[in-house]
């Protein structure tokens, strides 16, 4: 039994809107159970314990769903997903999604197949590639209705890395904090050039804390440049 985990996870998730199944439960407390398991011999998080990860990483990433509609998007791609977080909470919430896990390091994505197979989810697929390069295959370039990213990097770097796999009238959304204001404006010249356009900022805290979460939605409104994204690297290095 993990009534105090199941209790805490769908007091939080009330609050969105989302009356989770059982099912959905235990899927969320394999979910912990693998993270933790795994993060004792590989480097995955910095947060493992029950509560923290509940809020931290589960409610996090579901807070997305507050702003936009997600029973309306199709295929998402999660750029830079480390442990699947935003995306596969998603996926367990809205299981129609089709969903693909980019990561550049083999072991997290070692760790996902585990983890994908373990919860029974369908329509995910993994990706041991960098963004760089996989953005050059058009059998993912511009084929998203939505890329996420809650990845640590400046916003226009992550700009660069995401929105060549958005489709036009598609969305890139970046988790940020709170205090993302001078990136965002920052960011304006790149997501430009690379067909966007910023059309919302979102400022939440997630459900009973004080953290604060802020969410940069960008429309796809034109092809990303051929050019774009460049060489490998160079969008973390030299942001446009």
């Known amino acids: 039994m993990h009534t ?7 007091r939080s998730l009330s609050q969105l809107n989302i009356a989770v199944t059982e099912g959905q439960l235990s899927k969320f407390y394999r979910y912990y159970e693998l993270l933790t398991e795994w993060n004792a011999f590989m480097n995955l998080t910095a947060i493992t314990g029950q509560d923290d990860v509940i809020d931290k990483h589960f409610a996090d990433s579901i807070l997305l769903s507050r702003y936009t509609d997600l029973n309306a998007v199709e295929s998402v791609i999660d750029i830079g997903t480390g442990a699947g977080f935003p995306s596969v909470p998603l996926k367990i919430i809205f299981p129609h999604i089709k969903l693909t896990l980019v990561d550049s390091l083999n072991k997290r994505i070692r760790f ?3 983890l994908i197979s373990s919860l029974e989810l369908r ?10 390069t996989l953005a050059g295959n058009n059998e993912y370039r511009e084929r998203y209705d939505l890329c996420v990213s809650r990845a640590v990097a400046n916003l226009s770097s992550l700009s660069e890395l ?12 970046s988790y940020k904090g709170n205090d993302a204001d001078e990136e965002i404006k920052n960011a304006g010249r790149a997501i430009n050039i690379l067909g966007g356009i910023p059309e919302r900022i979102e400022k939440t805290e997630i459900p009973y ?3 604060s979460r802020t969410f940069v939605i960008i429309g796809k ?6 050019k774009y994204p460049r060489k490998e690297g160079t969008p973390v290095k030299d942001p446009l």
Do not use: M, Q, W
């Open 4 to 10: 105090d985990f199941d209790e805490h996870l769908k």
């Open 112 to 114: 996902l197949d585990t």
């Open 123 to 132: 329509d995910v697929s993994t990706i041991h590639s960098r963004a760089e």
């Open 162 to 173: 995401c929105l060549p796999f958005v489709r036009c009238g598609g969305y890139f959304i």
């Open 209 to 211: 804390t004080d953290i």
């Open 221 to 226: 409104e034109k092809n990303t440049p051929k």
